[in-house]
């Protein structure tokens, strides 16, 4: 089975802090994703990336920033935490069968901006 | 603007009845359609997925309908149980090389299954 770890499942910051979500998979997969969740709005993309030191802005990007120095990890950065920011953050990777690959995703985190 | 629309938001069903959930698409380069199923504390998971080639798939007392023509897809639970309760989301994603594997989702679906 495919395992997405993410880092912390509950995380309260402050506002102006900078913030990292990590995640982690065991499968080689090429495709990493960052998304939100937010209720009524389903799970929007912030950032993806198919290769190491390779991204690609989703469509929510503004705010973030990703890191990927290794294969099996992308991290996401918060570079000042606003209170706009309080969401999900669910992280998941897609296995390369072209077109028809199935994601796989983290159990999420919960980041609360104070 | 989200370039998957679902509906309805929340769906309360008896046990044992139908619950049918329905999303439409604009983009004709989407190819690929899963429905997702997330539990509360969890990460969505895969529940079945359809390619356009085919109007009907059944896996157990899951169904996708599927109308080409009218870019909509919709997901048919049937004999609903209380342990069907979850939040369901639709996706669509093009097998496009400019599209990099990215899914858009809908915006979920609350279910709840009354005993």
């Known amino acids: 089975d495919v395992k997405v770890t993410q880092s912390s499942r509950y995380l309260v910051k402050r506002t102006g802090e900078k913030v990292f979500l990590e995640c982690v998979q065991d499968?080689?997969?090429?495709?990493m994703f960052w998304y939100r969740q937010d209720p009524g709005l389903g799970l929007r993309l912030i950032y993806f990336s198919y290769d190491v030191k390779m991204k690609e802005k989703g469509d929510i990007p503004e705010g973030y920033s990703v890191s990927r120095e290794k294969k099996e990890r992308f991290s996401l950065i918060l570079e000042s935490a606003s209170t706009n920011q309080t969401s999900m953050y669910l992280c998941a990777t897609r296995a390369p069968e072209k077109g028809m690959g199935r994601a796989f995703f983290g159990q999420g985190t919960r980041l609360t901006v104070v | 603007q989200q370039q998957v629309k679902q509906s309805p938001q929340s769906l309360i069903v008896q046990k044992g009845g139908i619950s049918i959930i329905n999303c439409a698409y604009e983009n004709t380069a989407f190819d690929y359609f899963p429905w997702y199923q997330q539990f509360p504390g969890k990460g969505p998971a895969l529940l079945i997925a359809?390619?356009?080639?085919?109007s009907e798939k059944k896996e157990g007392r899951f169904t996708i309908s599927f109308n080409k023509s009218a870019k909509q897809f919709s997901l048919h639970i049937m004999d609903s149980q209380p342990g069907d309760s979850a939040t369901y989301f639709c996706?669509?994603?093009?097998?496009?090389?400019?599209?990099?594997?990215?899914?858009?989702f809908g915006a979920g679906t609350q279910v709840v299954v009354t005993p």
């Open positions: 499968m080689d997969h090429e495709n």
């Open positions: 996706a669509a994603s093009s097998s496009k090389s400019d599209s990099w594997g990215k899914f858009q």
């Open positions: 359809i390619r356009p080639d085919v």
